[in-house]
């Protein structure tokens, strides 16, 4: 199992920025991917990027692309989330997902552990 540790959220004006990341313990060795959601109240978890430890490949969301930036430490076991010109709408709990299949898979059912998430609110 993996822990995984969410930190960063807070509050911020639209068309500001914040720096969530994803701390990772435990056996980190059999995750292959690592993904950014999101749930914002009264609404279902929705994906928002994902990256592979190794290699280049990232996937997004249409709603974040050029907004939203995925990357990652692996000397840290740490994944970043950068998000640019915040909206109201961007507004949600953001979770922390790792999963052991190579696919960067949109579908939260196939990650295999998930932190407690942290808060980011954009104020209008």
């Known amino acids: 199992q993996v822990q995984l540790v969410e930190s960063g959220g807070g509050l911020v004006q639209a068309g500001g920025s914040l720096r969530l990341s994803c701390a990772a313990s435990?056996?980190?060795?059999?995750?292959?991917?690592m993904a950014w959601f999101r749930q914002a109240p009264g609404k279902e978890r929705e994906f928002v990027a994902a990256?592979?430890?190794?290699?280049?490949?990232?996937r997004y969301a249409d709603s974040v692309k050029g907004r939203f930036t995925i990357s990652r430490d692996n000397a840290k076991n740490t994944v970043y989330l950068q998000m640019n010109s915040l909206k109201p709408e961007d507004t949600a709990v953001y979770y922390c997902?790792?999963?052991?299949?190579?696919?960067?898979?949109?579908?939260?059912?196939?990650?295999?552990?998930w932190g407690q998430g942290t808060q980011v609110t954009v104020s209008s």
């Open positions: 990256i592979r430890w190794s290699g280049s490949s990232t």
């Open positions: 997902a790792a999963a052991r299949t190579f696919v960067l898979t949109t579908i939260g059912s196939e990650y295999d552990d």
């Open positions: 435990g056996r980190t060795f059999s995750s292959v991917a």
